[in-house]
Each structure stands twice: as structure tokens, then as C-alpha cells.
């Protein structure tokens, strides 16, 4: 059973940054593709950033200048770091990993594993 524990959701002002962790196993960080989700209020869920085993991360291009995806396999963890945050970037923050994902968003829903989700809130 793939466990994941996002945190670091928080309340911010415009224009600051915020980095979000998602908390694995080391199996799970090695062997899955990884993605932070986010799901704004009234919105479908759309992917944010993702990395594949042995892959580059690949960041959505909505946010590409301000998203930045990495694995710490100190804290054992993905991080979402994020800057020159916009009140549209509100919303549940989730984490998720499937075995195979082949660098597609749509591959995560039938058989990843997700979250419970961080909210992030950011007041204009």
C-alpha cells in the first residue's frame, strides 16, 4: 500500500512563495511517477508538476515559470516549490504516484495512489 502525506499548505499573500512536501517511501520515490495535483474551488483537478522515473520534472505550463518540482531522498519526500504565488493558485494541493504514468496527467486517476491533500490559500 503506497502511502502519501502532503503538508505545508498554508495561507499567503500574493507574491510569496510557498513549498509543499509530499512525504513517501524511499520505494515509492524510486520506483513511481509522482505528481502534485491541485484542484481549485468550482475546478476539475489538473496536474501541476510531475517526475518520472529517471525523467526530468515537467511542469504544467500554466505555471512553468513559477512551479519547480523536486525529490529529497534525505526528507524523503517530492517537493512542489512555488513562487510569485497568485490568488489562482488557491486550492487542495494533492500528491499522488502510479507505477507507470508515461509523462500523462490522465494516467493518475485510475490507478494512483493520492493524498489526502494540503489547501493553499493565497489573499490578493
Known amino acids: 500500500q503506497v502511502q502519501l502525506a502532503e503538508s505545508g499548505g498554508i495561507s499567503v499573500q500574493a507574491g510569496e512563495s510557498l513549498r509543499l512536501s509530499c512525504k513517501a517511501s524511499?520505494?515509492?520515490?524510486?520506483?513511481?511517477?509522482m505528481a502534485w495535483f491541485r484542484q481549485a474551488p468550482g475546478s476539475d483537478r489538473q496536474g501541476a508538476a510531475l517526475?518520472?522515473?529517471?525523467?526530468?520534472?515537467v511542469v504544467a505550463d500554466p505555471v512553468e515559470d513559477r512551479f519547480a518540482l523536486s525529490k529529497n531522498y534525505t526528507e524523503m519526500t517530492v517537493d512542489l516549490q512555488m513562487r510569485s504565488l497568485e490568488p489562482e493558485d488557491t486550492g487542495m494541493y494533492y500528491c499522488?504516484?502510479?507505477?507507470?504514468?508515461?509523462?500523462?496527467?490522465?494516467?493518475?486517476?485510475?490507478?494512483?495512489?493520492w493524498g489526502q491533500g494540503t489547501q493553499v490559500t493565497v489573499s490578493s
Open positions: 517526475i518520472d522515473t529517471g525523467k526530468r520534472p
Open positions: 524511499r520505494n515509492t520515490l524510486r520506483g513511481s511517477c
Open positions: 499522488a504516484a502510479v507505477a507507470v504514468c508515461e509523462g500523462r496527467w490522465d494516467n493518475f486517476e485510475p490507478r494512483g495512489y
